[in-house]
């Protein structure tokens, strides 16, 4: 489609995910998974490869809670939900938001990422954006076991890996004689 002089040439998306850095879960470690119903084939699968790689890395299974919602822009919420019981150590949002006709797909993946990050960021808390936004299916299934990877695997494993470097952060200011409890209350948002 020509736009005339406001054609804007975007370069293709990058593909080079950083190397996960792997650690072994702590054996108590609890995760809270939220799944969007959405897109169900494609949410099922983040789910299966992130539930298959969070147990690979050492989260026991019934250490791992399950909820599945309506779609991505309810993950935020249920998201704020989990971290506020205090029982997770990292909380994983799992969707795919393809894009349509509309700007529905703007709205709901836009807010979808803001509304995680907020949460992650007023709980102190690990919460992992594992929410595919692609153009087209296609584009999503390359990212669900297919050539660009496994979205929900990456999930999992940005989660452990972020439980072990807060909790470095937190052990470090525990023995710079700062308490855990203060550590744990460095405001980011206001």
């Known amino acids: 489609m020509d736009n005339g002089p406001w054609t804007i040439n975007l370069p293709a998306m990058s593909t080079q995910a950083p190397q996960a850095v792997?650690?072994?879960?702590?054996?108590?470690?609890?995760?809270a998974v939220a799944a969007a119903r959405f897109n169900a084939?494609?949410?099922d699968e983040l789910l299966a490869g992130c539930l298959r790689r969070l147990a690979q890395l050492g989260v026991a299974d019934d250490h791992v809670e399950v909820v599945r919602v309506p779609g991505a822009f309810e993950l935020p919420v249920t998201a704020k939900a989990f971290a506020r019981t205090?029982?997770?150590d990292a909380v994983i949002c799992l969707g795919a938001v393809v894009?349509?006709?509309?700007?529905h797909f703007d709205y709901?993946?836009?807010e979808a990422a803001r509304g995680i990050q907020r949460v992650s960021l007023s709980e102190h808390l690990p919460v992992i954006f594992g929410v595919l936004t692609t153009n087209t299916e296609e584009q999503a299934w390359e990212r669900t076991g297919g050539k660009h990877g496994h979205a929900g695997q990456r999930a999992a494993e940005a989660a452990v890996e972020m439980i072990?470097?807060?909790?470095?952060?937190l052990r470090k200011n525990a023995t710079a004689g700062e308490g855990v409890a203060e550590a744990a209350a460095i405001e980011i948002l206001p």
């Open 86 to 88: 205090g029982r997770f």
């Open 164 to 169: 072990d470097v807060m909790g470095t952060i």
């Open 108 to 110: 709901v993946a836009g």
């Open 41 to 43: 084939d494609l949410t």
């Open 22 to 31: 792997i650690v072994h879960a702590p054996k108590k470690t609890r995760v």
């Open 99 to 103: 894009r349509g006709d509309t700007p």
